[in-house]
């Protein structure tokens, strides 16, 4: 594992954001929905990810995540991702969602 200095672990913008949408997305080529994140300040961003293993669409609503959002964004297929959703691999494979064990205003930073 590479180590990285505090200066670049400040360059990571990890924000709280609440899915207030999810879609299905059978374009992609692993099974992945949207999702539409309110972060706050810095507005309602789009994404994809393969989390269809843990979680259906309808309990996605509402879910306060952790998102990457300064990264460029992104051509997936025929969509263009405007963030990072982060999570873990469980013993399978599947993605499990970093969520926020109580609720925060969204947009706020991971300090």
Known sequence: MEEINWNDFEKIELRVGTIIEAFEYPEARKPAYKVKVDFGELGIKMSSAQITKHYSLENLIGKQIIGVVNFPKKQIGKFMSEFLVTGFADENGDIVLSTIER?????????
């Open 103 to 111: 609720k925060v205003p969204n947009g706020s930073k991971l300090i």
